[in-house]
Structures are given as structure tokens and as C-alpha cells.
């Protein structure tokens, strides 16, 4: 037997949603969409995209700065690296 929650659960993960933007959000993914050739979809996912791997980097770089405060383990973080960076000279050409 089929679970029934499972099967609500993709319907409701596959249907479209709708969200409220401003007027100039409009149109710019307007814009964005009618210089690019693309749908105004698209251009918001790309977006959305973009904002994931802005957010990511962010993220990284306060755990970066984070690490560098501590010297002894920046120090391990270096050290590590090198040795990483000694593997890469396997003769292989990237």
C-alpha cells in the first residue's frame, strides 16, 4: 500500500509556487530576461542561484578569518596544505 502522506508530500514539493515581488523586482527580471533571451524563470532561478553561492562564500570567508585568529591552528591549516599541494606533483597533467 502507498503511503498517502509520501505521495502529498511530492505533489505539494512539485507544484509551482508564487511569490510576491515588488514592481521594480518585476521589472528588472523583466529586463534581465529580455537581454538575456531567457524566461523570467529562469532569470530568478539564476538569481536565486547566485545568492546561494554569494551566501556560501560569505560563510567561508568568516570561517577563513575565523581560523586566523587561532595561529597554531592556522598554522596546522598551512602545513596541511602543503602537504596536500605536494600530491599534486604526480607527473599527470591537469
Known amino acids: ?15 509551482p509556487s508564487t511569490i510576491r515581488i515588488s514592481p521594480a523586482a518585476h521589472q528588472s527580471l ?29 560563510r567561508a570567508n568568516r570561517a577563513y578569518a575565523k ?3 587561532d595561529k597554531k591552528a592556522w598554522r596546522a591549516w598551512r602545513s596541511e596544505l602543503r602537504e596536500l599541494n605536494a600530491t599534486l606533483g604526480d607527473g599527470f597533467r591537469n
Open 1 to 15: 500500500m502507498v503511503d498517502k502522506f509520501r505521495i502529498r508530500l511530492c505533489i505539494l514539493f512539485r507544484m
Open 30 to 58: 523583466k529586463r534581465m530576461a529580455e537581454e538575456t533571451n531567457s524566461s523570467l524563470q529562469e532569470i530568478l532561478d539564476q538569481a536565486v542561484e547566485n545568492q546561494r553561492r554569494r551566501l556560501l562564500l560569505e
Open 67 to 69: 581560523l586566523r585568529q
